[in-house]
């Protein structure tokens, strides 16, 4: 049988990776249609109420030995005026190094935050060049939910171990002083070059509305 050449086995790769996140995003679609509040985690989604982590309960038949992503949302800053806009980081508190696509829903409470529009229905974000990915498509679903797709086209292989910062999005903070302004994951998948599905702990984000 004749070696495959670099440019197929990426196709090839990339295709796997991309369906696996398609399918399993129709398994449990988090489309505007759902009823699920902004506090609520997806199905197979458990929290842990001592450290505030969202932990996957759905056993993925990953090593054991493989440590699970974690991943949180992290404001610029400590507290920020209504009006003013603020950068929400997607970042890998802990990257195992097997982490090549990355598809999540990121819900608020659309009367304390507003995602930043761009074209269509698209949200204001930039990716990390660092994490060597070709797409970061975003998607405003409904007021209070947005979808994120992180994958590399051509190249499979995970993002680098050394990576901690995904990308950022921007939000109009319309809350009231004092407010507390939450975003939660939900709906997450983590697939490594093979499309297996990965094991992830998952940090909300706060953004403190100041005076």
């Known amino acids: ?24 995003s129709c398994a449990g679609d988090g489309g505007a249609g759902d009823d699920q509040s902004p506090g609520d985690a997806a199905p197979g ?11 996957h309960e759905i056993p993925l038949g990953e090593p054991e030995d493989v440590p699970a992503a974690v991943l949180s949302l992290r404001s610029g800053g400590a507290q920020v005026a209504s009006g003013q806009v603020v950068d ?21 409470d659309p009367g304390c935050l507003e995602a930043v529009a761009d074209a269509g229905d698209g949200a204001a974000c930039t990716v990390n060049p660092d994490t060597g990915r070709s797409v970061f498509a975003t998607r405003r679903l409904a007021p209070g939910r947005m979808r994120t797709v ?6 499979t292989r995970p993002i680098p171990a050394d990576v901690e910062q995904l990308g950022c999005c921007s939000f109009r903070v319309i809350g ?9 994951w939900t709906f ?7 499309g297996e599905r990965l094991r992830a702990e998952l ?8 005076g």
Do not use: F, H
């Open 176 to 184: 009231a002083a004092g407010a507390r302004c939450e975003v939660n």
């Open 203 to 210: 940090r909300p984000g706060v953004v403190e509305v100041g």
């Open 88 to 108: 929400l980081c997607m970042n890998l508190d802990v990257n195992n190094g097997r982490i090549a696509g990355l598809q999540a829903d990121l819900l608020w």
């Open 150 to 155: 992180l994958l590399n086209v051509l190249d």
């Open 45 to 55: 989604i458990a929290r842990d109420s001592d450290t505030d982590v969202w932990r």
């Open 1 to 24: 049988m004749a070696q495959e050449s670099w440019g197929v086995r990426a196709v090839r790769g990339w295709v796997v990776l991309a369906s696996a996140l398609v399918l399993a």
């Open 188 to 194: 997450v998948i983590l697939s490594d070059p093979r």
